[in-house]
């Protein structure tokens, strides 16, 4: 992606700069409520990082939005809309969208200090 300005690059960064920090962070959160759940390690990481390889896989394989491929998978009454509503009850949109600002904003500090 190519950017015409300053203000562009350090929202990139924001997102996508610092975005495997942020997916690593969710990944080591995931594997934490894995183990919490009973599983090893080894067995967290590997449900986890294949459940994320799948869900990848399937985005780009389908070209579907990811709320319809969620909501194509969250049974009325079962498990996956259970954590999804558990998800937006703790305002999962707002956290991301606070955790781009913070980066936006520190990129933005660190630009004006160079």
Not at 32 to 39: M, R, S, T
Not at 83 to 93: A, F, R, V
């Amino acid at each position: 992606v190519w950017f015409k300005s300053e203000n562009q690059i350090d929202k990139a960064t924001a997102v996508s700069g610092s975005g495997p920090g942020y997916i690593f962070s969710l990944i080591h959160s995931f594997e934490k409520g894995a183990q919490k759940l009973g599983f090893s390690k080894k067995q967290s990481r590997e449900l986890v990082l294949t459940t994320i390889l799948g869900s990848i896989y399937l985005m780009q394989e389908t070209k579907k939005e990811p709320d319809q491929l969620a909501k194509s998978i969250a049974v009325k009454g079962g498990t996956t809309e259970a954590g999804i509503k558990n998800l937006k009850n703790h305002n999962i949109d707002k956290i991301i969208y606070k955790t781009y600002m913070s980066a936006y904003k520190r990129a933005k500090i660190l630009g004006k200090k160079n």
